[in-house]
């Protein structure tokens, strides 16, 4: 994806921009604002996720996964790098990639993201820098730990900062920036 068509060129045609922060106090918190986001959502959508282990990408995830309604509990994947799970309700499916073990983007392109791209809502943990030009539009969340920060492994109960960017088109336009505003102010 070029520098243009991410948004962040310094002349934009639109002067809409989706880049807000908020603050997440709990894990459940973070479930609720994954259902909110999951309303915005549709076919086609690229969302990457990123922060330190025990952030709570992947609890954000489960969040998305329970807004969409679909089949499965979305998990960390120890061996399963992305996975599939289809909507109970007619609407896209999710997929939810990892690609902490990735190194490459020859690695990704072996999962064949692409493959579904058009018919789910596709999340990757870890996916900055990998994935983006999988899709003209892209949804970033970076998670920060509050303070204390998260350990990896033991992460700590406590406030998390979101900082929630869109790039291209799709997030670009006035009603969606707008919804996006809604998910992430509404408690
Ligand atoms: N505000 C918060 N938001 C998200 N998770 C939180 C929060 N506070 C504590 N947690 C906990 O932190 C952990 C996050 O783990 P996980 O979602 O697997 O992170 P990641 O996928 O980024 O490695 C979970 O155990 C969750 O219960
Ligand atoms: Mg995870």
């Known amino acids: 994806m070029t520098d243009e068509a991410r948004g962040d060129a310094p002349e934009e045609e639109s002067s809409v921009v989706l880049d807000e922060r908020v603050s997440v106090a709990t894990a459940a918190e973070m479930r609720n604002l ?3 986001l999951a309303a915005l959502f549709r076919a086609g959508d690229l969302v990457v996720l990123s922060g330190p282990l025990g952030a709570g990408k ?23 790098i992305a996975r599939i799970h289809p909507s109970l309700r007619g609407g ?15 690695e990704v392109d072996d999962l064949d993201l692409d493959t579904d791209l058009a018919t789910a809502v596709t999340v990757v943990e870890w996916g900055a820098g990998l994935v983006e030009d999988l899709a003209d539009s892209v949804l970033t969340v970076s998670i920060e730990a509050g303070s204390p920060p ?7 109960e406590g406030t998390r900062v979101l900082r929630v960017r869109g790039f291209g088109d799709r997030w670009r336009q006035p009603p969606a920036v707008a919804a996006a505003h809604r998910a992430l102010t509404e408690q």
Not at 92 to 106: I, M, N, W
Not at 150 to 156: F, K, N, Q
């Open 34 to 36: 994954g259902q909110r």
């Open 58 to 80: 992947t609890t954000l995830a489960q969040g998305i996964g329970a807004g969409l309604g679909v089949r499965g509990q979305v998990t960390s994947p120890t061996f399963v």
């Open 92 to 106: 896209p499916d999710l997929v939810h990639a990892d690609a902490y073990r990735l190194g490459s983007r020859a």
């Open 150 to 156: 998260a350990e990896a492994e033991e992460a700590a």
